[in-house]
């Protein structure tokens, strides 16, 4: 099987979780969508209140994955923003 570890499964275990910890430690663990505090000892298999990353410009509007769009968010409030562009949430 060629592709390295990770190829068929993904990447590894943790690499997402750190992912989001970093963001959400640059944002101060704040949300990007309703400005309320992240609390960091929540995950986000247990509550949806706990940490997210979520893509400002989403990616099926041709936003990319780099770190300037991406906004730490509750995952409750990254769920029902859904596809949503920020502006959308409004009306």
């Known amino acids: 099987m060629s592709g ?7 990447p590894a ?8 910890i970093r963001i959400c430690t640059r944002d101060r663990w704040r ?3 309703c400005g309320g ?4 000892d929540l995950s986000p ?12 410009w989403p990616r099926w509007a041709g936003g990319g994955h780099d770190d ?3 906004q730490a968010a509750h995952l409750r409030c990254n769920l029902a923003k ?5 502006f959308e949430m409004a009306a």
């Open 13 to 20: 275990p943790g690499r997402h979780g750190l992912h989001r």
């Open 4 to 10: 390295g570890p990770g190829a068929r499964y993904g």
């Open 37 to 40: 505090r992240i609390d960091p």
């Open 82 to 86: 859904g596809r949503r562009l920020r």
């Open 45 to 56: 298999f247990v509550s949806d209140m706990a940490g997210s990353v979520d893509h400002v």
């Open 68 to 70: 300037g769009n991406l």
């Open 31 to 33: 949300c990007g969508i």
